[in-house]
């Protein structure tokens, strides 16, 4: 069975879902778990990056507001909103813990400007020879097509590729990828090891993707593709107790284990 060993740089992704009430007031609780679970493994001596989502959603219920802005200038109001309160949530848990953090916020373009991604690189190398937690989120005030897309899953892969990590892992609200939906179907498996992300794939999480959590499986599928391509092991897991973290590291299996290709 395939399962993490001997990491030492890992990305961490977490969903709206996972950081929100559905009322879009932040979790605390959760929150306080995830931190103080990745607060213990910075300790352990693993390097870890924190992908975050959450502006959009926190913003929506920092402003008062009834739903999320249908228009992207309401959206991108939002998020910056959210992103404070976010940012001031993660500060506040982490330096409990004794951590300080660094807020990232990307654009596409930052990564693909070739002078930027080495500044961005050198920025995210900087925090962890300070001992600091880098914080990433996609700059949703003027990365208008993000907004639109939504998507931090593939930019959580951006991520480890960037920073060299040696795995992925993709916090969602749900246990992993099924061969079917779970939410219909109560012979849906879950599938615990994935070799080759084929097409056969993309139908089965595409299908349902949307039930399946706030930014569907098949955004998941797509970072485990970026991921795995640079030989970065990925894991698809429930976020509802970040403890387990804990279990990936320990080389249990959890969630669904994406097998980075190595050459
Ligand atoms: N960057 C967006 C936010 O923080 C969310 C993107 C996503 O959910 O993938 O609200």
Do not use: W
């Not at 990305?11 to 009430?21: N, R």
């Not at 991604?117 to 920025?123: C, G, K």
């Not at 991520?159 to 012979?187: F, R």
């Not at 092991?233 to 320990?250: F, H, Q, R, W």
């Amino acid at each position: 069975m395939a399962t993490l060993s001997n990491v030492k740089r890992i990305v961490v992704k977490v969903g709206t879902s996972t950081l929100t009430y559905d009322t879009g007031k932040t979790n605390i609780r959760r929150m306080h778990k995830l931190v103080s679970v990745l607060s213990d493994i910075v300790n352990s001596g693993i390097e870890v990056a924190l992908v975050t989502s959450g502006a959009i959603g926190v913003g929506v219920g920092r402003l008062g507001l009834k739903e999320r802005p249908e228009d992207t200038p309401g959206r991108q109001a939002a998020a910056t909103v959210g992103q404070c309160e976010l940012m001031f949530m993660y500060d506040k848990l982490f330096g409990e813990y004794g951590h300080t953090v660094g807020q990232l916020l990307i654009t596409k373009s930052d990564v693909e400007n070739d002078e930027r991604r080495e500044n961005l690189i050198n920025a995210f190398q900087k925090l962890f020879e300070y001992g600091a937690v880098p914080i990433v989120n996609e700059n949703d005030s003027v990365a208008v097509d993000e907004i639109v897309y939504g998507d931090n899953d593939s930019l959580s892969a951006i991520v480890a590729k960037l920073i060299s990590a040696d795995a992925l892992i993709i916090l969602t609200d749900i246990d992993g990828l099924y061969d079917a939906n779970p939410n219909e179907d109560e012979n849906a498996k879950l599938i615990p090891v994935v070799k080759e992300i084929n097409d056969d794939l993309f139908e089965i999480a595409g299908g349902h993707g949307s039930r399946f959590s706030t930014g569907g499986m098949v955004t998941k599928l797509h970072a485990a593709q970026i991921a795995t391509a640079s030989g970065i092991d990925t894991i698809v897991m429930n976020g509802s107790a970040p403890e387990d973290i804990y279990k990936a590291l320990d080389g249990k299996q959890i969630g669904t284990f994406f097998i980075g290709k190595k050459d």
